[in-house]
């Protein structure tokens, strides 16, 4: 019996450690520039393994990574033109997976009925996105928006993550603004107070006030005359299964996530800022290294912060799934709702389709009190 049907009936937070993922999105599984044409990668979803390679003319494709004739991983393979072909004996497959050449066999000798599952795939914002899911739901499946991207007046650093932990808690690191304390010693921000929240199947959307003061203040430029301090609203959008958040128009953050397995899940971070800093800066050749530096020196240091904690977490419910947890920020039960209740619509799931948003004992509209609940 899966893990997700021996929780029924278990407190929210628990089933949301369970779950598995809603296939019918689009996911992020590599950065476009890190694959080059003829090239083949290995990548998983949800412990599902594909070969993904660019083929001579550029374009990017996703197959399973099993050989049809005897299994063998395609992504060992090589390249040819716009098909792939199997490290073993040379099959050839083209882009829908479909047998179309064996080199030992003679021209006019009817090749065999051997496909390899394949996968729609898209390239947007530098990253290589594929739809694991139904294929004919891909189309009608938008892809985040990310209106930053390529914008003048931009500056994007790109921050790749790598988590020994459940998506799901991952996902609630993004939304649960009250760890500003994990992160005091990087100036992070201060006294969080959830201010809106709003749930629904698709997603969770909350308003949070944060304070800033110090280094990361004076980067964003966020201080008021004769001040570093800084009183802001954080907008956090989780639409399943990625996140987009937005400090008023000075910064933006999309995280879209590739749950790998059940205890590993990759990010892929596009952050954008309004940097105080001269354009030939941003916009010239200089522009790669200074994002190399800010994502060195920012950002990469509150994520191993982070990973620190998310993988903790997991290590404890890996040894006890079922030791009870206090959960007072309901912007993370509304979150674990959604995640809940998206694995049980997808169909993937056995455990039939009880509404998550239904049992939980605490409504998103519930009153809040400087973010926790009253
Ligand atoms: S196993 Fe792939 S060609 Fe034989
Ligand atoms: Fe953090």
């Known amino acids: 019996m899966e893990a997700s049907a021996v929780l029924k009936g278990q407190p929210i937070y628990r089933r949301a450690r369970a779950v598995g993922i809603n296939p019918n999105y689009w996911y992020p599984v590599f950065w476009a520039d890190q694959l080059k044409p003829e090239e083949v990668v290995s990548v998983k979803i949800w412990d599902s393994s594909l070969a993904v390679y660019r083929d001579a003319d550029g374009t990017v494709h996703a197959m399973a990574d099993a050989c049809p004739h005897k299994g063998v991983e395609l992504h060992k393979g090589e390249v040819h033109g716009n098909n792939l072909v ?47 899911g139904l294929a004919e739901l891909a189309e009608q499946q938008p892809l985040p928006d990310v209106p930053q991207y390529g914008q003048p007046g931009w ?48 997603g969770v959307a909350a308003e949070y006030q944060v304070s800033y003061e110090g280094f990361l203040s004076k980067l964003l430029g966020l201080g008021t005359k004769g001040s570093d301090s800084a009183t802001r609203t954080v907008s956090i959008h989780y639409r399943y299964p990625h996140y987009a958040t937005s400090l008023e128009s000075v910064s933006s ?20 800022l309004k940097l105080p800093l001269p354009q030939w800066l941003l916009n010239g050749p200089i522009a790669r290294v200074l994002e190399k530096v800010i994502l060195n020196n920012i950002f990469l240091k509150f994520l191993h912060q982070d990973v620190e904690m998310m993988e903790s977490e997991q290590r404890n419910y890996s040894i006890d799934p079922h030791r009870n947890y206090v959960e007072v920020n309901p912007a993370i039960i509304a979150l674990q709702r959604v995640i809940v209740g998206q694995y049980e619509r997808s169909g993937v799931s056995h455990t039939s389709s009880v509404d998550a948003s239904k049992e939980s004992s605490i409504q998103p509209s519930q009153e809040v009190s400087n973010g926790m609940l009253v």
């Open 155 to 202: 500056f994007m650093v790109r921050i790749p993550g790598h988590f020994q932990a459940h998506f799901s808690i991952c996902n609630e690191n993004t939304m649960d603004v009250f760890h500003g304390f994990l992160h005091k010693d990087l100036q992070g921000w201060y006294e969080p107070k959830l201010l809106k929240l709003k749930q629904d199947d698709d």
């Open 86 to 132: 199997c490290p073993y004996h040379g099959w050839e497959f083209d882009s829908d997976g479909q047998c179309v050449g064996i080199p030992y066999f003679p021209k006019e000798q009817k090749l065999p009925c051997a496909q390899a599952k394949s996968y729609p795939t898209r390239e947007a914002y530098g990253i290589v996105w594929v739809f694991p």
């Open 253 to 272: 953050l999309y995280l879209m996530r590739l749950p790998i397995g059940p205890t590993e899940t990759k990010s892929f971070s596009l952050m954008f």
